[in-house]
């Protein structure tokens, strides 16, 4: 059996040849990928198509083209598996819900399901307990609620794809086709925070405590890495 390798060394044993490598490479990310469809699912598709195999379908696409992704490895390989997955989801989003619409629309992506919206606010939100905490709490996920749907739909996928996908800096660069460093102030500004000046706007949460505090300072800090 082959000892675990990183992706890379996946890649590089894959563009010799061998087999065992390709299978790996195609079977690394299914539950990354399973979770990035599970969050993008429409609803009105949910009753007929299993995440899991949207990510099969897509993942057959990727042994097809795996060679030539070889030859150019133009992106980091997960950002490309969930490319083809995206486009998957997209063509059956296309076929089941765009075309029983009787009027003629620019084609548009799949929103976010309700489901996956409400879990975003539950992550960007602190952790309360007691009964006092609750109730600030459910205040604070309305007021988060209505924060994100105010946002841009660019600011809005980055927090998709880092908290809910929970893709590195990155991986979620690669997939919006920025760099490390837009993607990082694309984070911040999605956050409340003007990156050109250094002012916490509070668009979601009002740190008051100090543990909110330290809590708000952990979660800047893994947004913009060491110093």
Do not use: C, N
């Given at each position: 059996?082959?000892?675990?390798?990183?992706?890379?060394?996946?890649?590089?044993?894959?563009?010799?040849?061998?087999?065992?490598?390709?299978?790996?490479?195609?079977?690394?990310?299914?539950?990354?990928?399973?979770?990035?469809?599970?969050?993008?699912?429409?609803?009105?598709?949910?009753?007929?198509?299993?995440?899991?195999?949207?990510?099969?379908?897509?993942?057959?696409?990727?042994?097809?083209?795996?060679?030539?992704?070889?030859?150019?490895?133009?992106?980091?390989?997960?950002?490309?598996?969930?490319?083809?997955?995206?486009?998957?989801?997209?063509?059956?989003?296309?076929?089941?819900?765009?075309?029983?619409?009787?009027?003629?629309?620019?084609?548009?992506?799949?929103?976010l399901p309700d489901g996956s919206v409400f879990e975003l606010a539950e992550r960007l939100l602190d952790a309360g307990t007691?009964?006092?905490?609750?109730?600030?709490?459910?205040?604070?996920?309305?007021?988060?609620?209505?924060?994100?749907?105010?946002?841009?739909?660019?600011?809005?996928?980055?927090?998709?794809?880092?908290?809910?996908?929970?893709?590195?800096?990155?991986?979620?660069?690669?997939?919006?086709?920025?760099?490390?460093?837009?993607?990082?102030?694309?984070?911040?500004?999605?956050?409340?925070?003007?990156?050109?000046?250094?002012?916490?706007?509070?668009?979601?949460?009002?740190?008051?405590?100090?543990?909110?505090?330290?809590?708000?300072?952990?979660?800047?800090?893994?947004?913009?890495?060491?110093?």
């Open positions: 059996m082959m000892a675990e390798l990183d992706t890379e060394q996946l890649l590089d044993a894959a563009a010799q040849g061998d087999g065992q490598a390709r299978g790996q490479l195609l079977t690394r990310h299914l539950a990354r990928l399973r979770r990035m469809v599970a969050v993008r699912l429409d609803r009105r598709l949910a009753a007929r198509v299993d995440p899991s195999d949207v990510v099969q379908e897509a993942l057959a696409e990727a042994d097809r083209r795996l060679d030539a992704y070889l030859s150019e490895r133009p992106i980091s390989f997960y950002p490309w598996l969930r490319q083809l997955a995206w486009s998957q989801l997209r063509e059956l989003y296309r076929q089941h819900v765009q075309a029983r619409r009787r009027s003629v629309t620019r084609e548009a992506p799949p929103g007691g009964p006092s905490a609750g109730m600030r709490r459910d205040e604070r996920r309305a007021a988060v609620r209505m924060a994100l749907d105010r946002l841009r739909d660019r600011d809005r996928e980055v927090l998709v794809l880092r908290y809910l996908e929970q893709l590195s800096t990155a991986e979620a660069a690669a997939v919006m086709e920025v760099s490390e460093g837009a993607a990082k102030v694309r984070l911040l500004r999605a956050l409340g925070v003007d990156p050109a000046h250094g002012v916490l706007r509070l668009s979601f949460v009002h740190y008051t405590s100090p543990a909110e505090v330290a809590q708000a300072i952990a979660a800047l800090e893994a947004v913009l890495g060491p110093a």
